[in-house]
Structures are given as structure tokens and as C-alpha cells.
């Protein structure tokens, strides 16, 4: 839809606090008497702990205090397990046993280091395959087989052993992938401080989830979640990642507050944001397809088992996702499919953009790739022949129709080949190829379909509050978060489109738990179809206030009125006074309240937990890419020429935003493809900072062909579906199937490094 | 801790201003920046020079404060994100370009991404896409994908140029 805002591109709301300074960062706000706090991590990764001696911590000059397990006033464990302090046992290098707190940053790092804590070594799980083998210890004593409560999920269609049965060829493959680090520019840090005008405690910080960790912080306070107030300040990016560890860091924060009666700050240098973050889980996925001789996919069979890692709040939501995806976008009429996470005793798994889709959506579209190679069909014809389309059901049995949901893949692929000149390419490069020694080319095509929003996941609800100031200003309160994706724009350009006004009278204001709606925390891009919704709501109750109002002032019936063009108008155009001679005469004398709370949900997903039929996702969105590389065979080296790529993504808000959003998460799925790899020793991290894991530069960027489709989607605000993390699926499969077009080799692991290019497998340091 | 014994002055013209502070041998150029003179517009990321959010100008080139001693940036002309803007907090055309192509995200690289650009243009106003990929390296973004910058970074050089 195209309307006076919507679908337009307005610029940032936040753009000149940002290119000027201004913006204030969790590191640049500061408080009066504040403490620097510093932790004591675990020594080594998996340790029993005998003692921990804070003598000499607490003799060092400027030192306030030292915080341990024995100075939690409330509960010690948060939610998934996280202690605020580690105590008899350290499960992860990540453990914080001790934090310190004094004057001076100088003067905090000298007592962590001179905190005593005597251990003796234990055994661990350090990876996913050794958690995956019989017999082995367990990480917590009450899970004796490492399986992660309320993670297994089956899903059943049709009957997928007849299927293997009618089929002429099955194909077994394994694919792996490892950690991907969220990697935001700005390193986490809060500040917390004992509550100015109450009893409880106030956090600042760049936090994704404010109400998950006032949930935590109160639970390991003691303390009612009306006792915390949680503020953001701007976010320097998050990506699913400033949730856990500043959740962590808050509570300590929090402890060393009330020990001192003084403001408490931590800021993580990237090296400890690195060991104490979440990560992308990692996956083994196994897969079997049975095939028809004419190409149609008869039956799958897949196992997917996730790395946890040492402690764990998502991998029960990013599982249930993991499995629900497995199939891809292909009309597959068989289907048996499970998921699984273990504990290990090393860094955890959370959320990262796009949760678990990079993983599975990896090994479907090579799987995919790999038999059409296996069939002698070229992969373009294979998609086409077994993709989605109107009337099919999906892998957990919703319709695709027109209007409810759409299938546009069809067509996608079809445009988006011809655009990038697949058919032509997939022969010249082979010609090239053999004429060339080392340079070779190669073209790859991935698909993908994502449901938007949180679906089965939890229950998903989202607040707005709108007010009206009296001069006719504008406030707009999100219970979502602002971390550099726009919503604070995107929000501001639906509320004015609903109250027909300037969008210059909004001033969008910050995220504070003790004025904002509790609505869950902002993930599953849910802050626009979601988000928006309330926002929605909000504007047009004021709306129907404004014309009550209006009606008063005018004598017309409010039904022939509206509010368009900051004027209040009769239907047909005629101004019949300005928004604020109108807001002005509901203040005074009418003495109208001019303030909204918006709220949204879709309610509860009706999913059978045997089989995971049901209706899974509102809606889903949809992409296709077709990427260029060319590979250097004496180095390995693969380099990324050309991307075409489309997006379905019903009505898009900001195109501009869109576009951000997009291409930002496609450059994030370059890393992961290329070179972004946490390594490990024995459960150390030995990827810490970015000299070690590497990040796309300006210098990796292809060209890149970009292409969005529009679509009806009702239950979106004016048909928008949630984008943020669609964009980062495609592209590790995409070169993963060009690589194998280009030289004939078959890569099952991420990333695709020099090594694996050249020899087939990693090496290790 | 404070090791007055080991201080020595150092004195620079930071944003024009002329400034003074007291330093130890280990503190930085972004410490003082950011701790002494509150120029909270240089962001620290990884304190190892790689992502370059703590991007200065200092005589002219592009410097990691993370990674300048105070001490070597003693009588240095130093210009900061705060030093950009004109005499009346007017937006430099690099600003209004970040803004205007959607080349800010999160904010959190944007000021050394700016003061990269100032460099870049100050040397060659009509830089080739190459050249400007080659310039901006050092400056990490994980919003952006980097094409907005890059067309943030074209938009200003023309309408630097259509001014002059």
C-alpha cells in the first residue's frame, strides 16, 4: 500500500543524534558517585570450586566492595539456569565467580585479578558431537543425558517410510554449523543504581529485552518486578544478543548496588563479550531424501540436533523453529522430522538474527542442490518442479492461499533467474572453467520461506501508548526496543498515517519499563507486524476521541469526519480547522483524555505438540538468491561478485529501512558463509575479538541486485510482515552451491574458509 | 589508581580548542577524549584498532584513538565527530548525507565512519567506488551491509562538489 507515510521512505527519526554524537551509548552515560565493576571469570572452563578468597580483592585502594554467591539477596539462579554468581561449580569459561567494584576502572581490574578462587579441574562436554555420544557426564546432575528440557520436537506429515518405499533414490547427507558471534559494534554495558524516588533499583543499558531482565533482576534482588526499572539507552546494535549477558551483568550490578547504596557500571571489553554473549547454536543436521526418477521429493526424513551449550533460555523456542523449517519451501507430502539440544560444557547458544533458520535453511537448500546434482537436473528446474504454489500445505499443514498467505516462489524464482541470467551463466561458466586453471566461476541458487513473528513459539503480544500534548504534539511510547533497525521510524510513519498528521509532530520516546507496556521481548521480527499493530491501535482510538471532539466543535457527525493533512476535515476535503485548533478544543473545554494504550495479539497458535500441524505462523515470508562467485583454486580464496536477490515481505513500511534491514543481515550471512568461526580448545574460547573472528569489511561487499515483492498480508499493520532476519538465510547455501558448481566440490560445514575450499576440511590451529 | 609521579602534561588542539591534561604513560588518546574532555562521539569497540568506531583525525589523517598513547599526541591537532558539525551545529554535508541515503543504523560506527568520509573527501572529493570501499576498510559496520554508507558517501561528494 502507498499512503501519505506509508511506503514511503522517511528518513531516521534518530539520524541527527547520530551523525553528530549526540546519541547517548549505555559506555556514555554516566551517573554521580558511580562504581566501576569488574568480573572474576572462571579459570578454566569447567572447574568445582573449594574456595574463593576476597581479602586481598578488598585491601586494594579505592575498592568498594566484592560481590559473591553469598551476597544475593534473592534467588542466585535466573532463568535457563544462568547463575548471577557461580558457586559451588563454574560450567563455562563465561562463569563469573566474583565482581568488584571500586573508584576507578584501574582500581576494579587490580581486585578481580587479585580475587582468590582455588578449584580443582573436571572433566567436560567440549562439543556438540562428544555431548551426542553415550555415556558421557552430565553438565547438570538432574539432566544425566544432556538432553535440554522442552526441546524435542517431532514433526509428522503423511507417511514418510511409504514415501522412502515409492521412492527411486534416497540420499543421506550430514551437515554441520558452528557458532556464529552476533558481533555489534557497541560491547555490552549497564549501569545500575539504587532507585532515586523508590525502593528497588533503576538499569541502564543497551538491553534487547527490557522486561526479561526487570524479570531477573527483581528475582535475583528479591524484589517485585514493579521494584526495578529497567531504561535503555541507545543501542549499538543486538541482533538477539544483548539479552542473556546483560541480563547477567544487571543482576551483579544489581548485587554490588545494594552493597554500596551507590550507581554501579560495567562495561564488557570485547573480549568479555565474546566469552560471556550468546551465539548462533550450532547444528548437525542429517538428512534423508527419497526421490522420484522425474524429480519430485517423495519423502524426508531429518534429524537436527542443536549445541546448548552450558546453560540455556532459547534453544526450546529456536528448536521448535528449527524443525517447523527443516523442509523448506517444497510441497513434500511425507515428513518425519526431530529436533534435539544437549548441554555442553562451553559457551551457550541464544538468539542471533534469524534464530535457527541460517542453520536449517543451510542444509535444506544444499540438500536440495544435491539432488537435483544426483537426478542430472539442473537445480533452477529441480526448485521449480517440487517448489510451493497456491493450494499446496506446508510442512505443518497450513494453505497457502491468496490473501491469507502467499506463494510467490514460483514466480520469484522464474523473474529473478531470468534477471540474474541464470540459464545462460550455469553453461558459460562450465566453458569457462575448463579453459581456466585456477580462476573458477560458478552461480548458485538458494529459496527460502520464514515465518514472521513469534507463531508457535509463545504467545505473542505487543503495546503502544500514544498521548497528545496540548499544544498538539505528539508522544509515541513502544513496549518493543530501537537497536539500530528502525522501528522507531517505522512505528512514527504508521501512527501518523492513522492520525493523519505531520510525522514531524511525533517525538518517539525512550524504552523504560516503568512507563512502557510490558510486550515481551523484541525478537522474531515481530517490531513492525507486531509492534506496528499496537501502534496502530493506539492512534486509531485516539483517532475516534479526536473526531468525538471534532463532532462537538463542528456540529457534523464525527462519521463524516476525519483527520487528514493535520487539519481536521470534512469527507471530501474541506479543512474545517487545524489539528491543533482541534486538539486544543478537546483539552479545553471538553476536557477529553487524548491518550492511548495500543495492544495486539494474534493469540495462541492451535499446533498438535505430536506432529507440529497447525497453524504455525501468521504468515510467512519469502526469498530467492542467485549468487556469483568466482574461486581461486591454488588459495581457496572464494569471492562473491554478484547477488540477485528478492524478497516477498507484504507491504514494506520504509522501503528504505527494508532495504537497510536486508542487505545488513545478507552482509551478517556473508560472514557466516566465508569466515565467521568461533574456535575452541577444551571449552576456551580462542576467538575473542576481531583480529581473531572476522567480520565483513567494505572490502567483501558484492554487488548486489535487490528486488522486493509485494503481497497482501491482512493480519500485518497496512499488510506489513516482518523482515528483520529473512535477509541472512539464503547466501551461505547460495555459495555453497555455486562453489560446487564452479570447481565440483561439495562443502557440508560452514564457513566456507580457505582451507575448506582448497582441501576439503578444517584445520586446526 | 592515580600514579601522580608518573604523569607528565601533554597539551593538543582538539575540534580547535586548545586543551591540557595530565597523563600517565599508558593512557590513551581515547581516554582522554572520552574521560577528560567528555567527547563521548568517539566510541570504543574492540580497544585493539580493528573496527575503527574510535576513528580521529589527528594532523589530517585518520587515527584508532584506541591505539595512539596521549603522550605521542602531544602538540597534535585532533578533530572528533564533535568537531564536524559547523560553527551553529549546522550538519556538515557528510551528516546530511548519512542521513538522507539511510546510512545509519545503530549509530555506534557512525562517527568514525563520518570522520573516515571527511578524510577521504578531503583528499579526493570525486572518489571511485573502489576508492571508497578501500577508504572505509577500517571502519566495521555489522548494521548496514555497508551499501548505504557507500551511497552516503557519493551523495556528499557530489553535493560538496555542486557547492564548490
Given at each position: ?110 581486585a578481580a585479578r587479585a580475587v582468590e578462587v582455588e578449584y580443582e579441574e573436571l572433566e567436560g562436554l567440549w562439543s556438540l558431537d562428544a555431548a551426542m555420544q553415550e555415556g558421557v557426564s552430565a553438565v547438570h546432575p538432574d539432566v544425566p543425558d544432556n538432553e535440554i528440557e522442552y526441546t524435542y520436537f517431532p ?403 464525527k462519521e463524516q469526519l476525519d483527520v487528514a493533512g493535520d487539519s481536521l476535515v470534512k469527507q471530501g476535503g474541506e479543512v474545517l480547522c487545524s489539528f491543533d485548533d482541534l486538539v486544543g478544543y478537546c483539552v479545553f473545554p471538553l476536557g477529553l483524555n487524548l491518550s492511548a494504550q495500543g495492544w495486539y495479539s ?164 | ?164
Amino acid at each position: 500500500m502507498q499512503g501519505t507515510y506509508v511506503g514511503k521512505n522517511c528518513l531516521r527519526v534518530d539520524g541527527y543524534e547520530k551523525v553528530t554524537g549526540k546519541a547517548v551509548f549505555s559506555a556514555d552515560f554516566r551517573m554521580e558517585r558511580q562504581l566501576y565493576a569488574k568480573s572474576v571469570y572462571a579459570p578454566k572452563p569447567h572447574i568445582r570450586i573449594t574456595a574463593v578468597n576476597i581479602e586481598k580483592a578488598l585491601r586494594i585502594p579505592g575498592v568498594a566492595a566484592v560481590a559473591t554467591s553469598k551476597n544475593v539477596p534473592g534467588a542466585n539462579e535466573m532463568f535457563g539456569r544462568f547463575p548471577a554468581f557461580a558457586d559451588q561449580e563454574a560450567k563455562y569459561t563465561g562463569d563469573v565467580i566474583a565482581v568488584a567494584a571500586a573508584e576507578t576502572r584501574e582500581a576494579a581490574e587490580a581486585a578481580a585479578r587479585a580475587v582468590e578462587v582455588e578449584y580443582e579441574e573436571l572433566e567436560g562436554l567440549w562439543s556438540l558431537d562428544a555431548a551426542m555420544q553415550e555415556g558421557v557426564s552430565a553438565v547438570h546432575p538432574d539432566v544425566p543425558d544432556n538432553e535440554i528440557e522442552y526441546t524435542y520436537f517431532p514433526l509428522r506429515k503423511g507417511d514418510a517410510e511409504a514415501g522412502f518405499l515409492q521412492s527411486d533414490t534416497v540420499m543421506e547427507r550430514s551437515y554441520f554449523v558452528g557458532w556464529q558471534e552476533q558481533a555489534y559494534i557497541e560491547p555490552e554495558s549497564v549501569v545500575v543504581s539504587p532507585a532515586s524516588f523508590h525502593h528497588g533499583y533503576d538499569v541502564y543499558g543497551c538491553i534487547q529485552n527490557p522486561y526479561t531482565i526487570r524479570q531477573n533482576v527483581a528475582s535475583v534482588m528479591g524484589l517485585h518486578q514493579s521494584e526495578i526499572r529497567v531504561v535503555l539507552t541507545a543501542v549499538g546494535g543486538s541482533f538477539g544478543g544483548k539479552d542473556e549477558s546483560v541480563m547477567n551483568m544487571a543482576a551483579r550490578c544489581a548485587v554490588l548496588a545494594k552493597m554500596t547504596g551507590r550507581p554501579v557500571r560495567m562495561d564488557l571489553t570485547r573480549e568479555e563479550s565474546f566469552r560471556e554473549s550468546s551465539k548462533r547454536h550450532p547444528f548437525r543436521m542429517n538428512y534423508r531424501m527419497g526421490l522420484a526418477q522425474d524429480g519430485t521429493i517423495k519423502a524426508l526424513q531429518t534429524k537436527l540436533t542443536c549445541q546448548g551449550g552450558a546453560y540455556n533460555n532459547k534453544a526450546q523456542f529456536s528448536n521448535w523453529r528449527a524443525v517447523v523449517h527443516t523442509a523448506g519451501p517444497y510441497r513434500i507430502e511425507n515428513i518425519t522430522a526431530d529436533v534435539h539440544a544437549k548441554y555442553t560444557n562451553t559457551i551457550y547458544g541464544g538468539a542471533y538474527r534469524g534464530f535457527s533458520g541460517p542453520q536449517v535453511v543451510f542444509a535444506s537448500e544444499t540438500m536440495v542442490d544435491e539432488a537435483a546434482a544426483e537426478l542430472g537436473m539442473n537445480p533452477k528446474d529441480f526448485r521449480l518442479h517440487n517448489v510451493l504454489r497456491e493450494g499446496d500445505t506446508i510442512a505443518c499443514g497450513q494453505l497457502l492461499k491468496e490473501g491469507i498467505i502467499a506463494a510467490p516462489l514460483q514466480k520469484m524464482i522464474q523473474e529473478l533467474c531470468g534477471m540474474a541470467d541464470f540459464d545462460a551463466k550455469w553453461n558459460s561458466f562450465k566453458e569457462h572453467n575448463a579453459q581456466s586453471k585456477y580462476l573458477k566461476k560458478g552461480i548458485g541458487l538458494a529459496v527460502t520461506y520464514r515465518g514472521a513473528g513469534l507463531g508457535g513459539e509463545g504467545v505473542d503480544c505487543s503495546s503502544a501508548m500514544i498521548t497528545i500534548c496540548r499544544d498538539g504534539s505528539v508522544q509515541l511510547f513502544s513496549g518493543h526496543t530501537e537497536m539500530g533497525q528502525g522501528m522507531r521510524t517505522v512505528h512514527s510513519q504508521i501512527a501518523a498515517e492513522a492520525l493523519g498528521i505531520d510525522i514531524k509532530r511525533i517525538a518517539f520516546k525512550h524504552s523504560d519499563t516503568s512507563v512502557t507496556l510490558d510486550a515481551g521481548p523484541t525478537v522474531a521480527s515481530r517490531g513492525t507486524q507486531s509492534g506496528g499493530r499496537a501502534v496502530l491501535h493506539a492512534a486509531l482510538k485516539l483517532k475516534d476521541e479526536l473526531l468525538r471532539g471534532g463532532e462537538k466543535k463542528t456540529g457534523i457527525p464525527k462519521e463524516q469526519l476525519d483527520v487528514a493533512g493535520d487539519s481536521l476535515v470534512k469527507q471530501g476535503g474541506e479543512v474545517l480547522c487545524s489539528f491543533d485548533d482541534l486538539v486544543g478544543y478537546c483539552v479545553f473545554p471538553l476536557g477529553l483524555n487524548l491518550s492511548a494504550q495500543g495492544w495486539y495479539s494474534p493469540g495462541l497458535s492451535h499446533i498438535d505438540p505430536e506432529t507440529q500441524q497447525g497453524d504455525c505462523y501468521q504468515t510467512y515470508t519469502n526469498g530467492v538468491i542467485i549468487t556469483e562467485i568466482t574461486v581461486d583454486e591454488s588459495t581457496g580464496k572464494i569471492t562473491v561478485e554478484k547477488i540477485t536477490i528478492g524478497y516477498e515481505l507484504g507491504t514494506a513500511v520504509n522501503p528504505d529501512i527494508a532495504y537497510g534491514q536486508l542487505v545488513g543481515a545478507l552482509a551478517q550471512g556473508l560472514g557466516y558463509a566465508l569466515f565467521e568461526e568461533l574456535e575452541e580448545r577444551n571449552g576456551e574460547l580462542l576467538s575473542a575479538n576481531f583480529d581473531e573472528y572476522l567480520i565483513p569489511t567494505t572490502l567483501d561487499m558484492p554487488e548486489v541486485d535487490f528486488h522486493l515483492y509485494g503481497s497482501e498480508n491482512p493480519e500485518g499493520p497496512y499488510g506489513a510482515k516482518g523482515i528483520g532476519e529473512l535477509g541472512i538465510e539464503l547466501i551461505a547455501p547460495s555459495i555453497g552451491n555455486a562453489l560446487y558448481h564452479a570447481v565440483g566440490r561439495r562443502l557440508r560445514e560452514l564457513p566456507f574458509n580457505l582451507e575448506r575450499v582448497k582441501i576439503g576440511k578444517a584445520l586446526t590451529r | 589508581m592515580e600514579h601522580k609521579e608518573n604523569k607528565t602534561a601533554v597539551s593538543m588542539t582538539v575540534n580547535g580548542k586548545h586543551i591540557q591534561a595530565e597523563v600517565l604513560p599508558e593512557t590513551r588518546l581515547l581516554d582522554v577524549l572520552r574521560e577528560e574532555l567528555h567527547l563521548l562521539g568517539t566510541k570504543e569497540g574492540c580497544s585493539i584498532g580493528e573496527c575503527g568506531a574510535c576513528t580521529v583525525l589527528m594532523n589530517g589523517r585518520t587515527v584508532n584513538a584506541c591505539m595512539v598513547l596521549a603522550g605521542s599526541a602531544d602538540g597534535a591537532e585532533i578533530m572528533t565527530i564533535e568537531g564536524v558539525c559547523g560553527p551553529e551545529g549546522e550538519l556538515h554535508p557528510i551528516q546530511q548525507a548519512f542521513i538522507d541515503a539511510g546510512a545509519v543504523h545503530c549509530g555506534f560506527c557512525t562517527p568514525g565512519m563520518i570522520i573516515s568520509t571527511l578524510s577521504l573527501l578531503m583528499k579526493n572529493p570525486q572518489p571511485k567506488d573502489d576508492q571508497i570501499q578501500e577508504a572505509l576498510s577500517g571502519n566495521l559496520c555489522r548494521c548496514t551491509g555497508y551499501h548505504q554508507i557507500f551511497k552516503a558517501v557519493r551523495l556528499a561528494s557530489e553535493r560538496m562538489h555542486r557547492k564548490e
